[in-house]
Protein backbone atom coordinates (compact mmCIF):
# COMPACT_ATOMS: atom_id res chain seq x y z
CA UNK A 1 0.00 0.00 0.00
CA UNK A 2 2.95 2.31 0.49
CA UNK A 3 5.14 4.04 -2.12
CA UNK A 4 8.37 5.43 -1.53
CA UNK A 5 10.28 7.56 -3.48
CA UNK A 6 13.74 9.30 -2.23
CA UNK A 7 14.78 12.44 -3.58
CA UNK A 8 17.80 15.09 -2.25
CA UNK A 9 16.98 17.87 -0.16
CA UNK A 10 19.36 20.59 0.31
CA UNK A 11 21.90 19.76 3.37
CA UNK A 12 20.01 15.97 3.96
CA UNK A 13 17.76 13.61 2.32
CA UNK A 14 14.14 13.40 2.41
CA UNK A 15 11.76 10.04 1.79
CA UNK A 16 8.34 10.04 0.04
CA UNK A 17 5.64 7.87 0.94
CA UNK A 18 2.44 7.64 -0.72
CA UNK A 19 -0.59 6.31 0.72
CA UNK A 20 -4.57 5.61 -0.51
CA UNK A 21 -6.91 8.50 0.33
CA UNK A 22 -8.84 6.79 3.88
CA UNK A 23 -11.05 4.81 1.46
CA UNK A 24 -11.82 2.88 4.74
CA UNK A 25 -14.15 5.48 5.63
CA UNK A 26 -14.83 7.12 9.29
CA UNK A 27 -13.60 4.71 11.70
CA UNK A 28 -14.79 5.42 15.36
CA UNK A 29 -14.35 1.57 16.76
CA UNK A 30 -10.96 1.03 16.66
CA UNK A 31 -8.14 2.89 19.12
CA UNK A 32 -5.69 5.85 17.39
CA UNK A 33 -2.48 3.68 17.57
CA UNK A 34 -4.66 0.24 15.89
CA UNK A 35 -6.60 1.98 13.21
CA UNK A 36 -6.28 0.48 9.82
CA UNK A 37 -3.68 3.36 8.09
CA UNK A 38 -6.49 3.20 5.15
CA UNK A 39 -9.24 4.58 7.70
CA UNK A 40 -10.18 8.08 8.84
CA UNK A 41 -10.63 9.86 12.65
CA UNK A 42 -13.16 12.09 11.09
CA UNK A 43 -14.67 11.98 7.33
CA UNK A 44 -17.41 14.79 7.69
CA UNK A 45 -18.90 15.42 3.83
CA UNK A 46 -16.25 13.20 2.05
CA UNK A 47 -17.89 10.16 0.67
CA UNK A 48 -15.33 6.61 0.67
CA UNK A 49 -15.46 4.83 -2.78
CA UNK A 50 -13.45 1.76 -3.79
CA UNK A 51 -10.35 4.03 -5.06
CA UNK A 52 -10.81 7.43 -3.63
CA UNK A 53 -13.18 9.87 -1.59
CA UNK A 54 -15.17 11.99 -3.69
CA UNK A 55 -17.40 15.14 -2.07
CA UNK A 56 -20.96 14.46 -1.24
CA UNK A 57 -23.48 15.70 -3.64
CA UNK A 58 -25.31 18.80 -2.64
CA UNK A 59 -28.83 19.45 -3.03
CA UNK A 60 -31.28 22.26 -4.43
CA UNK A 61 -35.08 22.71 -4.01
CA UNK A 62 -37.74 20.84 -5.67
CA UNK A 63 -40.45 22.40 -4.12
CA UNK A 64 -40.60 25.67 -1.27
CA UNK A 65 -43.03 27.27 0.29
CA UNK A 66 -45.35 24.44 0.79
CA UNK A 67 -46.15 24.88 4.34
CA UNK A 68 -45.40 26.81 7.76
CA UNK A 69 -42.74 24.54 9.29
CA UNK A 70 -41.11 21.44 8.45
CA UNK A 71 -41.87 19.02 5.91
CA UNK A 72 -42.00 16.25 7.90
CA UNK A 73 -42.91 13.20 5.48
CA UNK A 74 -42.04 12.26 2.45
CA UNK A 75 -43.56 9.64 0.51
CA UNK A 76 -43.60 8.55 -3.30
CA UNK A 77 -46.14 7.22 -5.58
CA UNK A 78 -45.74 5.12 -8.50
CA UNK A 79 -48.74 3.15 -10.53
CA UNK A 80 -48.44 2.32 -13.62
CA UNK A 81 -47.94 6.07 -15.61
CA UNK A 82 -48.55 8.11 -12.52
CA UNK A 83 -45.44 9.12 -10.78
CA UNK A 84 -46.31 11.37 -7.57
CA UNK A 85 -44.17 12.88 -4.34
CA UNK A 86 -46.32 13.57 -1.48
CA UNK A 87 -45.20 15.90 1.45
CA UNK A 88 -46.71 16.38 5.14
CA UNK A 89 -46.23 19.89 6.11
CA UNK A 90 -48.51 22.09 8.60
CA UNK A 91 -51.44 19.92 8.72
CA UNK A 92 -51.57 19.20 5.25
CA UNK A 93 -50.86 16.48 2.52
CA UNK A 94 -49.33 18.51 -0.33
CA UNK A 95 -48.74 16.89 -4.05
CA UNK A 96 -44.97 18.19 -4.72
CA UNK A 97 -44.29 16.34 -8.24
CA UNK A 98 -44.52 19.94 -9.89
CA UNK A 99 -45.89 23.16 -8.26
CA UNK A 100 -46.39 22.29 -5.14
CA UNK A 101 -50.89 21.50 -4.60
CA UNK A 102 -52.84 20.86 -1.73
CA UNK A 103 -54.57 17.43 -1.06
CA UNK A 104 -55.94 17.39 2.21
CA UNK A 105 -55.58 19.31 5.24
CA UNK A 106 -56.35 19.38 9.44
CA UNK A 107 -54.34 16.56 10.56
CA UNK A 108 -53.18 17.33 13.71
CA UNK A 109 -49.50 15.06 12.68
CA UNK A 110 -47.09 15.45 9.70
CA UNK A 111 -45.40 12.07 10.76
CA UNK A 112 -46.79 9.44 8.70
CA UNK A 113 -45.92 6.14 7.66
CA UNK A 114 -47.19 4.96 4.37
CA UNK A 115 -47.23 2.24 2.32
CA UNK A 116 -48.09 1.18 -1.30
CA UNK A 117 -50.38 -1.34 -1.85
CA UNK A 118 -52.20 -2.27 -5.30
CA UNK A 119 -51.89 0.96 -6.86
CA UNK A 120 -52.83 2.84 -4.04
CA UNK A 121 -50.70 4.78 -1.18
CA UNK A 122 -51.92 4.27 3.02
CA UNK A 123 -51.02 6.27 5.48
CA UNK A 124 -51.25 6.56 9.68
CA UNK A 125 -49.73 8.54 11.81
CA UNK A 126 -50.98 7.24 15.16
CA UNK A 127 -53.06 10.34 15.71
CA UNK A 128 -55.58 11.27 12.69
CA UNK A 129 -57.35 9.23 10.78
CA UNK A 130 -55.84 6.80 8.18
CA UNK A 131 -55.68 7.89 4.51
CA UNK A 132 -55.27 6.68 1.54
CA UNK A 133 -54.07 8.18 -1.27
CA UNK A 134 -55.13 6.62 -4.76
CA UNK A 135 -53.24 8.74 -7.49
CA UNK A 136 -55.32 11.96 -7.63
CA UNK A 137 -56.90 12.77 -4.25
CA UNK A 138 -56.76 11.70 -0.43
CA UNK A 139 -59.86 9.78 1.21
CA UNK A 140 -60.10 8.49 4.66
CA UNK A 141 -59.51 4.82 5.26
CA UNK A 142 -62.16 2.25 5.92
CA UNK A 143 -60.91 0.53 8.88
CA UNK A 144 -62.28 -1.45 11.80
CA UNK A 145 -61.59 -3.66 14.41
CA UNK A 146 -62.92 -5.61 17.90
CA UNK A 147 -61.30 -2.71 20.42
CA UNK A 148 -59.70 -1.26 17.62
CA UNK A 149 -59.19 2.98 17.72
CA UNK A 150 -58.01 3.55 13.67
CA UNK A 151 -56.80 6.71 14.98
CA UNK A 152 -53.91 5.20 17.17
CA UNK A 153 -52.35 2.96 14.20
CA UNK A 154 -49.30 4.59 13.60
CA UNK A 155 -47.26 1.98 11.67
CA UNK A 156 -48.14 0.12 8.51
CA UNK A 157 -46.54 -2.41 6.14
CA UNK A 158 -47.22 -4.78 3.32
CA UNK A 159 -46.17 -8.24 3.63
CA UNK A 160 -47.81 -11.27 1.82
CA UNK A 161 -50.93 -9.38 0.44
CA UNK A 162 -51.70 -8.43 3.55
CA UNK A 163 -51.57 -4.95 5.02
CA UNK A 164 -50.37 -4.72 8.85
CA UNK A 165 -50.49 -2.28 11.11
CA UNK A 166 -49.03 -1.15 14.74
CA UNK A 167 -51.10 0.44 17.27
CA UNK A 168 -49.80 3.19 19.77
CA UNK A 169 -49.35 1.67 23.00
CA UNK A 170 -50.05 -1.57 22.30
CA UNK A 171 -48.30 -5.01 22.45
CA UNK A 172 -50.59 -6.09 20.00
CA UNK A 173 -50.23 -5.79 16.04
CA UNK A 174 -53.24 -5.97 13.16
CA UNK A 175 -53.60 -7.24 9.80
CA UNK A 176 -55.92 -7.58 7.04
CA UNK A 177 -58.11 -10.05 4.41
CA UNK A 178 -55.81 -10.87 1.80
CA UNK A 179 -55.70 -8.35 -0.99
CA UNK A 180 -56.69 -5.16 1.14
CA UNK A 181 -55.76 -2.21 2.58
CA UNK A 182 -57.25 -1.54 5.23
CA UNK A 183 -60.64 -2.69 5.98
CA UNK A 184 -61.78 -5.31 8.77
CA UNK A 185 -58.60 -5.75 10.80
CA UNK A 186 -57.98 -8.66 13.23
CA UNK A 187 -55.73 -8.61 15.82
CA UNK A 188 -52.42 -10.78 17.33
CA UNK A 189 -51.53 -10.89 20.36
CA UNK A 190 -47.06 -10.49 20.32
CA UNK A 191 -47.35 -9.84 23.69
CA UNK A 192 -47.57 -14.28 24.03
CA UNK A 193 -44.04 -13.88 22.21
CA UNK A 194 -41.21 -11.50 23.26
CA UNK A 195 -39.56 -12.78 26.68
CA UNK A 196 -39.11 -8.85 28.24
CA UNK A 197 -42.51 -7.49 27.27
CA UNK A 198 -42.12 -3.89 25.52
CA UNK A 199 -44.34 -2.67 22.80
CA UNK A 200 -43.81 -2.99 18.84
CA UNK A 201 -42.01 0.28 17.76
CA UNK A 202 -41.12 -1.04 14.16
CA UNK A 203 -41.72 -3.90 11.85
CA UNK A 204 -40.55 -5.14 7.97
CA UNK A 205 -40.46 -7.85 5.79
CA UNK A 206 -37.34 -9.91 5.21
CA UNK A 207 -36.75 -11.99 2.38
CA UNK A 208 -34.91 -15.62 3.15
CA UNK A 209 -33.22 -16.78 -0.17
CA UNK A 210 -34.06 -20.28 -0.80
CA UNK A 211 -37.06 -20.31 0.84
CA UNK A 212 -36.13 -22.76 3.37
CA UNK A 213 -34.64 -23.55 6.85
CA UNK A 214 -31.09 -23.15 5.30
CA UNK A 215 -31.42 -19.05 5.19
CA UNK A 216 -28.81 -18.78 2.25
CA UNK A 217 -29.28 -21.31 -0.90
CA UNK A 218 -30.88 -20.86 -4.35
CA UNK A 219 -34.66 -20.21 -5.28
CA UNK A 220 -37.22 -17.93 -5.28
CA UNK A 221 -37.14 -16.98 -1.71
CA UNK A 222 -39.99 -16.60 1.03
CA UNK A 223 -40.88 -13.08 2.97
CA UNK A 224 -40.90 -13.36 6.74
CA UNK A 225 -42.46 -11.12 8.72
CA UNK A 226 -40.04 -8.91 11.69
CA UNK A 227 -41.30 -7.63 14.13
CA UNK A 228 -39.15 -5.27 16.83
CA UNK A 229 -40.25 -4.67 19.92
CA UNK A 230 -39.05 -1.89 22.88
CA UNK A 231 -37.72 -4.34 25.08
CA UNK A 232 -35.32 -5.42 22.42
CA UNK A 233 -36.79 -8.65 21.27
CA UNK A 234 -37.09 -9.02 17.38
CA UNK A 235 -40.11 -11.78 16.45
CA UNK A 236 -39.50 -13.31 13.20
CA UNK A 237 -42.52 -15.20 11.45
CA UNK A 238 -42.90 -17.46 8.29
CA UNK A 239 -46.52 -18.29 6.63
CA UNK A 240 -48.77 -15.82 5.06
CA UNK A 241 -51.83 -15.96 7.17
CA UNK A 242 -51.33 -14.95 11.30
CA UNK A 243 -55.00 -16.74 11.55
CA UNK A 244 -53.71 -20.52 10.68
CA UNK A 245 -50.48 -20.96 9.03
CA UNK A 246 -48.15 -18.74 11.19
CA UNK A 247 -45.04 -20.44 12.49
CA UNK A 248 -42.37 -18.32 15.38
CA UNK A 249 -39.13 -18.47 13.40
CA UNK A 250 -37.25 -17.12 16.69
CA UNK A 251 -37.55 -14.22 18.94
CA UNK A 252 -33.73 -12.71 18.62
CA UNK A 253 -32.42 -10.36 21.24
CA UNK A 254 -30.57 -6.73 20.25
CA UNK A 255 -30.94 -3.43 21.17
CA UNK A 256 -34.27 -1.17 21.11
CA UNK A 257 -35.71 0.15 18.18
CA UNK A 258 -35.08 3.48 17.84
CA UNK A 259 -38.17 4.68 15.59
CA UNK A 260 -41.12 3.26 13.96
CA UNK A 261 -39.12 4.63 10.72
CA UNK A 262 -35.99 2.59 11.96
CA UNK A 263 -36.08 -0.27 9.13
CA UNK A 264 -35.24 -0.19 5.61
CA UNK A 265 -35.02 -3.08 2.66
CA UNK A 266 -32.07 -3.17 1.15
CA UNK A 267 -31.64 -6.29 -1.70
CA UNK A 268 -33.27 -9.05 0.55
CA UNK A 269 -31.87 -7.89 3.97
CA UNK A 270 -33.55 -6.07 6.44
CA UNK A 271 -31.75 -3.32 8.15
CA UNK A 272 -32.78 -2.05 11.50
CA UNK A 273 -31.76 0.83 13.80
CA UNK A 274 -31.34 0.24 17.43
CA UNK A 275 -29.67 1.34 20.63
CA UNK A 276 -26.77 -1.17 19.34
CA UNK A 277 -26.27 0.56 16.00
CA UNK A 278 -27.20 -0.33 12.40
CA UNK A 279 -28.01 -3.81 12.60
CA UNK A 280 -28.97 -6.86 10.02
CA UNK A 281 -31.82 -9.14 10.23
CA UNK A 282 -30.33 -11.68 8.05
CA UNK A 283 -27.18 -11.97 10.41
CA UNK A 284 -28.45 -11.61 13.17
CA UNK A 285 -30.79 -14.86 12.30
CA UNK A 286 -28.12 -16.91 11.21
CA UNK A 287 -26.17 -16.65 13.76
CA UNK A 288 -28.81 -16.39 16.57
CA UNK A 289 -27.24 -13.58 18.18
CA UNK A 290 -25.84 -9.99 18.21
CA UNK A 291 -22.71 -10.39 17.31
CA UNK A 292 -20.17 -7.21 15.43
CA UNK A 293 -20.77 -9.20 12.31
CA UNK A 294 -24.70 -8.70 12.47
CA UNK A 295 -24.07 -4.88 13.12
CA UNK A 296 -23.32 -3.16 10.05
CA UNK A 297 -22.48 0.02 11.69
CA UNK A 298 -19.75 -1.94 13.62
CA UNK A 299 -16.96 0.28 12.64
CA UNK A 300 -19.27 3.67 13.71
CA UNK A 301 -20.65 1.77 16.74
CA UNK A 302 -19.64 3.75 19.33
CA UNK A 303 -20.63 7.21 17.76
CA UNK A 304 -24.34 5.73 16.22
CA UNK A 305 -24.35 4.03 20.63
CA UNK A 306 -24.07 7.38 22.02
CA UNK A 307 -26.16 9.25 19.63
CA UNK A 308 -28.92 7.54 20.20
CA UNK A 309 -27.92 7.38 24.09
CA UNK A 310 -28.25 11.54 23.87
CA UNK A 311 -30.88 12.56 20.77
CA UNK A 312 -32.87 9.21 21.07
CA UNK A 313 -36.10 10.79 22.04
CA UNK A 314 -36.08 13.83 19.08
CA UNK A 315 -38.30 13.37 16.57
CA UNK A 316 -36.43 12.67 12.72
CA UNK A 317 -34.45 9.03 12.99
CA UNK A 318 -34.76 7.60 10.00
CA UNK A 319 -33.08 4.85 7.80
CA UNK A 320 -33.06 5.61 4.07
CA UNK A 321 -32.19 2.53 1.47
CA UNK A 322 -30.55 5.06 -1.81
CA UNK A 323 -30.29 1.86 -4.31
CA UNK A 324 -29.11 4.02 -7.19
CA UNK A 325 -26.17 5.74 -5.50
CA UNK A 326 -25.43 2.42 -3.24
CA UNK A 327 -25.73 4.44 -0.17
CA UNK A 328 -27.47 3.58 3.55
CA UNK A 329 -28.49 6.70 4.98
CA UNK A 330 -28.97 7.11 8.96
CA UNK A 331 -30.96 10.63 10.00
CA UNK A 332 -29.92 12.08 13.37
CA UNK A 333 -31.50 14.36 14.76
CA UNK A 334 -29.38 16.26 17.60
CA UNK A 335 -32.29 18.86 18.57
CA UNK A 336 -32.80 22.35 18.23
CA UNK A 337 -33.65 21.70 14.55
CA UNK A 338 -30.19 20.13 13.31
CA UNK A 339 -29.43 17.05 12.23
CA UNK A 340 -26.44 15.05 10.92
CA UNK A 341 -26.27 12.29 8.77
CA UNK A 342 -24.00 8.79 8.74
CA UNK A 343 -23.92 7.60 5.20
CA UNK A 344 -22.44 4.11 4.28
CA UNK A 345 -21.47 3.11 0.90
CA UNK A 346 -22.86 -0.11 0.14
CA UNK A 347 -20.19 -1.67 -2.26
CA UNK A 348 -17.41 -1.20 0.34
CA UNK A 349 -19.13 -0.95 4.04
CA UNK A 350 -17.41 2.50 4.63
CA UNK A 351 -19.15 4.81 6.66
CA UNK A 352 -18.72 8.77 6.65
CA UNK A 353 -20.56 11.47 8.59
CA UNK A 354 -22.16 14.24 6.64
CA UNK A 355 -23.28 17.95 7.89
CA UNK A 356 -25.06 21.04 6.82
CA UNK A 357 -28.34 19.24 5.84
CA UNK A 358 -30.91 19.58 8.35
CA UNK A 359 -33.38 17.06 6.63
CA UNK A 360 -36.75 16.52 9.17
CA UNK A 361 -37.41 13.47 7.12
CA UNK A 362 -36.20 11.61 3.63
CA UNK A 363 -37.78 9.91 0.14
CA UNK A 364 -36.93 8.10 -2.34
CA UNK A 365 -38.45 9.28 -5.84
CA UNK A 366 -37.58 8.40 -9.24
CA UNK A 367 -34.51 7.00 -7.94
CA UNK A 368 -33.67 10.15 -6.54
CA UNK A 369 -33.37 11.37 -2.72
CA UNK A 370 -35.54 13.81 -1.30
CA UNK A 371 -35.73 15.53 1.83
CA UNK A 372 -37.79 17.69 3.41
CA UNK A 373 -36.50 21.13 5.52
CA UNK A 374 -38.05 23.05 8.57
CA UNK A 375 -38.83 26.03 6.35
CA UNK A 376 -41.40 23.85 4.17
CA UNK A 377 -39.18 22.91 1.38
CA UNK A 378 -38.40 19.67 -0.33
CA UNK A 379 -34.77 19.49 -1.56
CA UNK A 380 -33.40 17.13 -4.21
CA UNK A 381 -30.08 15.40 -3.54
CA UNK A 382 -28.15 16.75 -6.38
CA UNK A 383 -25.32 19.05 -8.29
CA UNK A 384 -22.31 19.90 -6.35
CA UNK A 385 -23.20 22.50 -3.80
CA UNK A 386 -25.50 23.08 -1.12
CA UNK A 387 -28.67 25.36 -2.39
CA UNK A 388 -25.25 27.63 -4.10
CA UNK A 389 -23.56 27.53 -1.11
CA UNK A 390 -19.88 25.94 -0.68
CA UNK A 391 -19.80 22.01 0.88
CA UNK A 392 -17.83 22.26 3.43
CA UNK A 393 -15.71 19.29 4.20
CA UNK A 394 -13.26 18.00 6.83
CA UNK A 395 -11.31 14.94 6.97
CA UNK A 396 -8.61 13.64 9.30
CA UNK A 397 -6.30 10.22 8.29
CA UNK A 398 -5.70 7.74 10.55
CA UNK A 399 -2.17 7.67 12.34
CA UNK A 400 0.94 5.97 10.11
CA UNK A 401 4.38 4.51 11.18
CA UNK A 402 5.05 4.40 7.56
CA UNK A 403 6.24 0.34 8.57
CA UNK A 404 8.67 1.95 11.61
CA UNK A 405 6.59 2.12 14.59
CA UNK A 406 9.90 2.65 17.14
CA UNK A 407 11.12 5.53 14.40
CA UNK A 408 10.38 9.06 15.08
CA UNK A 409 9.74 11.15 11.97
CA UNK A 410 9.80 14.44 11.05
CA UNK A 411 7.03 15.61 7.84
CA UNK A 412 7.92 18.41 5.95
CA UNK A 413 5.46 18.24 2.98
CA UNK A 414 2.09 17.17 2.38
CA UNK A 415 0.54 16.47 -0.99
CA UNK A 416 -2.68 15.32 -1.99
CA UNK A 417 -3.63 14.28 -5.29
CA UNK A 418 -7.11 15.57 -6.15
CA UNK A 419 -9.19 15.75 -9.27
CA UNK A 420 -11.54 18.14 -9.96
CA UNK A 421 -13.46 20.32 -12.91
CA UNK A 422 -12.81 23.67 -10.83
CA UNK A 423 -10.26 25.59 -8.16
CA UNK A 424 -11.35 24.21 -4.52
CA UNK A 425 -9.92 25.72 -1.40
CA UNK A 426 -7.84 23.49 0.50
CA UNK A 427 -6.11 23.62 4.12
CA UNK A 428 -3.58 21.10 5.07
CA UNK A 429 -2.07 20.52 8.18
CA UNK A 430 0.04 17.35 9.85
CA UNK A 431 -0.39 15.95 12.85
CA UNK A 432 1.90 13.81 15.30
CA UNK A 433 1.09 10.59 18.14
CA UNK A 434 -2.48 10.74 18.05
CA UNK A 435 -2.58 14.15 19.27
CA UNK A 436 -5.42 16.52 17.65
CA UNK A 437 -4.56 19.20 15.38
CA UNK A 438 -6.73 22.30 14.44
CA UNK A 439 -8.35 22.51 11.38
CA UNK A 440 -6.32 24.28 9.04
CA UNK A 441 -8.14 27.14 7.24
CA UNK A 442 -9.13 26.74 3.37
CA UNK A 443 -8.60 30.22 2.14
CA UNK A 444 -5.34 28.57 0.04
CA UNK A 445 -6.67 27.85 -3.59
CA UNK A 446 -5.81 24.71 -5.30
CA UNK A 447 -6.40 24.38 -9.05
CA UNK A 448 -5.55 25.81 -12.15
CA UNK A 449 -6.26 29.57 -11.91
CA UNK A 450 -3.85 29.61 -8.23
CA UNK A 451 -0.60 31.00 -8.35
CA UNK A 452 2.38 29.72 -5.70
CA UNK A 453 0.31 27.46 -4.15
CA UNK A 454 3.43 25.39 -3.79
CA UNK A 455 5.08 25.91 -0.25
CA UNK A 456 7.44 23.46 -1.10
CA UNK A 457 11.27 24.18 -2.38
CA UNK A 458 10.86 22.89 -6.02
CA UNK A 459 15.15 22.41 -5.80
CA UNK A 460 14.39 18.85 -4.30
CA UNK A 461 10.99 17.84 -6.19
CA UNK A 462 12.33 15.55 -8.92
CA UNK A 463 9.71 13.44 -10.06
CA UNK A 464 6.93 14.62 -11.37
CA UNK A 465 3.48 16.86 -11.02
CA UNK A 466 0.52 16.13 -12.25
CA UNK A 467 -0.84 19.57 -13.57
CA UNK A 468 -4.58 20.86 -14.28
CA UNK A 469 -5.24 19.87 -17.95
CA UNK A 470 -8.61 20.76 -18.15
CA UNK A 471 -11.46 19.23 -19.15
CA UNK A 472 -14.00 17.41 -17.21
CA UNK A 473 -11.66 15.75 -14.87
CA UNK A 474 -8.43 17.12 -14.45
CA UNK A 475 -5.60 16.24 -11.48
CA UNK A 476 -3.41 18.03 -9.55
CA UNK A 477 -0.58 17.15 -7.17
CA UNK A 478 1.26 19.78 -5.40
CA UNK A 479 3.20 20.13 -1.91
CA UNK A 480 2.42 22.61 0.92
CA UNK A 481 4.73 22.96 3.72
CA UNK A 482 3.59 21.00 6.96
CA UNK A 483 5.03 20.34 10.14
CA UNK A 484 4.85 17.03 12.30
CA UNK A 485 7.62 15.38 14.62
CA UNK A 486 6.49 11.66 16.38
CA UNK A 487 6.64 7.99 15.66
CA UNK A 488 2.66 7.68 14.18
CA UNK A 489 2.11 10.87 11.88
CA UNK A 490 -1.27 11.82 10.03
CA UNK A 491 -2.78 14.64 8.03
CA UNK A 492 -5.82 16.63 8.53
CA UNK A 493 -7.36 18.31 5.01
CA UNK A 494 -10.09 20.42 5.10
CA UNK A 495 -12.11 21.80 1.88
CA UNK A 496 -14.37 24.33 0.34
CA UNK A 497 -16.02 23.20 -3.08
CA UNK A 498 -18.72 24.31 -5.65
CA UNK A 499 -17.62 21.49 -7.92
CA UNK A 500 -16.99 17.92 -7.92
CA UNK A 501 -13.62 16.98 -6.08
CA UNK A 502 -12.15 13.66 -5.48
CA UNK A 503 -9.44 12.56 -3.26
CA UNK A 504 -7.15 9.99 -4.60
CA UNK A 505 -3.62 9.48 -2.68
CA UNK A 506 -2.07 10.98 -0.33
CA UNK A 507 2.02 11.68 -0.44
CA UNK A 508 3.75 12.34 2.72
CA UNK A 509 7.76 13.90 2.87
CA UNK A 510 9.26 13.05 5.54
CA UNK A 511 12.53 14.21 6.58
CA UNK A 512 15.70 11.65 6.78
CA UNK A 513 19.02 11.34 8.19
CA UNK A 514 20.26 13.89 10.94
CA UNK A 515 19.11 11.00 13.58
CA UNK A 516 15.51 11.12 12.98
CA UNK A 517 14.96 7.56 10.98
Not at 98 to 104: I, K, Q, R, T, V
Not at 368 to 387: E, L, Y
Request: charged share 20%; with cysteine; hydrophobic share 40%.
Amino acid sequence: MLKRRRARRRGGSAMTVTVPAPVGGLNTRDSLNLMPPTDAVRLDNWNPGISALSVREGYRPLAAGIAPGPVETLAGFQAGTVHKLIAAAGGGLHEVTGAPAPLASGFASDRWQTAAFNGRLGLVNGTDAPQIFDGSGIAAMAVEGDGLVPEKLHGIMTHRSRTYFLERGSQDFWYSDVNALGGRLARFPLSRVGQFGGNPVCMGSWNVEGGSEAWGGGGIGEDLAVFCMSSGDIAVYRGDDPGSNWTLVGVFRAGAPVDVRGTARRGSDLLVLTSEGLISISRLVSEGSLTPNGVVSDKIRPTLVEAVGRHGANTGWQVLVHSRAGRTIVNVPLGGGRFEQYAMDTRTGAWARWTGIDAHCWGVFDENAHFGAADGTVHRVAGSTDDGAAIEGDVQTAFNAFGRRGAIKRCICLRPVLRGRSEARIGLAAAADFRSVEAPPVATGFGPTTPGWDDADRAWETWDDLPWDGGGGSTVAEWRAADGLGYALAARLTSSSTDDLEWETLSYQLETGRGLI
